[in-house]
C-alpha cells in the first residue's frame, strides 16, 4: 500500500475516533488544521495514526526524496549574557574562565579549514557577549565573502540580532539590512524556544521575547532572505503552547513566506538549570515530528538534527514527516553533545549519511541551504560499496 492508499484505509475504518477521522479527511483533501485540532492531535492521536498523516504530506511533496547538507558550524562564543534555564552551553559572564571568544581572525581560520572541501554552508551560531557586536559580524562576513564568495553563510538568531541592534541603535529592519550588504545569507531558527509568554518567562526570561523574535525574521524575509524556525519541546510546556508555537509561525508564513524549514529541537536535561524535568520518549519525539507535518501546511520542510537525536531516531523521523535529516557537521558544534545527546562528537560523512538514508528505503540527496540540489545519490555507488560486491566464494569440492 502507498501512502495514499494507507490514509484511505485509515479514514475508512469504521472505529476510528470522529474528530480523527474528520481530521484525516481535512489531510487527505489538503485543508488547513485548526488550532483546537491541532490540541487533540497532542491529546489522542496514536503514533502509527499521525505516522500515517504525516507521512502522507511528506510523500506528496517530496515523494521518497531525503535531504542533508554538507556543512561546518562555528561557535564564536559560548560566553553569554543571558539566563536560559535549559542551556547547558553558555558560560555566564562570571564564569567566563571556562569559555571561549573567538575574534574574527580566528573564525576566519575555521573557514579556511575547509578550502578545498566541497561545504556549502557555514552555520554560525553561540552565546552573545558585548564585543561581538554589530562591526564585528560585518567584518567577520564580509572577509568571509572575500575568501570564499559562494559559501553561504547562515548565522546567528534573533536572540543575537536583537542584542546586537539594540547596542547599535539600529531598527529590525535597518540592522538586517546592513548585516545582509555584508554577506549575510540567511538565519537559522534557534531561539524560539517556547513562545508563549507562560513559559517564555520561566525558561528564557531575559532575552528576546516571542514577537521580536518573530519581527527580526519578517524583517529578513522582507529582505528576500529565507530562514528557519525551531521549537524547544518537552519540558514544562503543556500540548496547547506547542500549538500556540505552531500557529504564531503559521500566521508568520502566510504573510512573509520566508521560512523554509520547522526543527523541533528536543529539550535535553543534562548540565542545565532544569535537570529536575525529565526528557520525553522517542515516541513522544516522533509524535510531535508528526503533528508538526501536520499542523505547518505552509513550511515546505521538517527536519531531524540527527546529532540531537541520534542516528536511528532520525532514521525513524523519516516516516514521521521529516524530510531533512542537516548536515555532515564534522564534529564542528558542541551545543547538542554539552546538553546531552547521544552523539557526543557529531561527524557523519557523506557516505555515512547517503547510507543511513537508504537504509530506510529513502532517497538522498544532497541539497545546499537554499534546497537547490548539489548532488543526487539515486544509483550513486561509493568505492567501498563497490569493492563488496567482489568477494570471492570460497570453493568446496
Ligand atoms: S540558550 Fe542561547 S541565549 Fe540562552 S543562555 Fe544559552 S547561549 Fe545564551
Not at 492531535?41 to 517530496?62: C, W
Not at 562564543?77 to 571561549?100: A, L
Not at 562576513?141 to 575568501?147: I, N, S, V
Request: include cysteine; charge should be negative.
Amino acid at each position: 500500500m502507498d501512502a495514499k492508499q494507507k490514509l484511505d484505509f485509515l479514514i475508512d475504518n469504521p472505529h476510528l475516533d470522529a474528530k480523527l477521522k474528520q481530521i484525516a479527511e481535512k489531510v487527505r483533501d489538503k485543508q488547513r488544521i485548526a488550532f483546537d485540532e491541532g490540541v487533540y492531535l497532542y491529546e489522542h492521536a496514536e503514533l502509527s495514526y499521525l505516522g500515517v498523516l504525516a507521512n502522507h504530506i511528506r510523500e506528496d511533496r517530496h515523494g521518497d526524496l531525503t535531504y542533508f547538507n554538507r556543512n561546518f558550524h562555528i561557535e564564536p562564543t559560548n560566553v553569554c549574557v543571558y539566563d536560559c534555564k535549559f542551556c547547558s552551553y553558555s558560560r555566564m559572564i562570571k564564569q567566563r574562565e571556562e569559555g571561549w571568544e573567538m575574534d574574527v581572525d580566528g573564525m576566519l581560520d575555521i573557514v579556511k579549514k575547509y578550502d578545498g572541501e566541497p561545504v556549502t554552508e557555514v552555520h554560525i551560531t553561540g552565546g552573545v557577549v558585548p564585543k561581538q557586536n554589530l562591526a564585528f559580524y560585518a567584518d567577520f562576513f564580509q572577509r568571509c565573502k572575500e575568501h570564499r564568495p559562494e559559501l553561504h553563510i547562515k548565522a546567528l538568531t534573533p536572540v543575537e540580532y536583537y542584542y546586537i541592534f539594540k547596542k547599535a541603535k539600529l531598527s529590525h529592519y535597518e540592522g538586517m539590512k546592513f548585516l545582509k550588504e555584508a554577506g549575510l545569507d540567511s538565519m537559522p531558527g534557534g531561539g524560539a524556544e517556547i513562545f508563549h509568554p507562560e513559559i517564555r518567562q520561566q525558561i528564557a526570561h531575559d532575552k528576546c521575547t516571542a514577537d521580536q523574535w518573530l519581527d527580526i525574521h519578517e524583517q529578513a524575509h522582507k529582505l528576500g532572505m529565507h530562514t528557519n524556525a525551531t521549537m524547544l519541546y518537552g519540558h514544562i510546556e503543556d500540548f496547547w503552547h506547542r500549538v500556540d508555537h505552531m500557529e504564531r509561525l503559521r500566521s508568520l508564513q502566510d504573510r512573509s513566506g520566508g521560512f523554509q524549514t520547522f526543527i523541533p529541537l528536543k529539550f535535553r536535561n543534562k548540565d542545565n538549570q532544569m535537570e529536575n524535568v525529565p526528557e520525553v520518549s522517542v515516541i513522544e519525539d516522533l509524535r510531535n515530528y508528526a503533528i508538526a507535518r501536520i499542523y505547518l501546511d505552509n513550511f515546505s520542510h521538517i527536519k531531524a538534527y540527527w546529532a540531537m537525536i541520534s542516528r536511528d531516531t532520525a532514521q525513524m523521523s523519516l516516516s514521521f514527516g521529516v524530510d531533512d535529516i542537516d548536515g555532515t557537521l564534522d564534529d564542528t558544534t558542541k551545543i547538542y553533545s554539552m546538553a546531552g545527546a547521544e552523539e557526543q562528537t557529531p561527524a557523519m560523512s557523506t557516505q555515512e549519511l547517503v547510507e543511513l538514508i537508504r537504509n530506510v528505503d529513502r532517497h538522498p540527496v544532497e541539497r545546499d541551504t537554499l534546497y537547490n540540489v548539489v548532488t543526487d545519490y539515486k544509483g550513486v555507488v561509493f568505492e567501498q560499496e563497490q569493492k563488496k560486491n567482489y568477494y570471492a566464494l570460497p570453493v568446496v569440492n
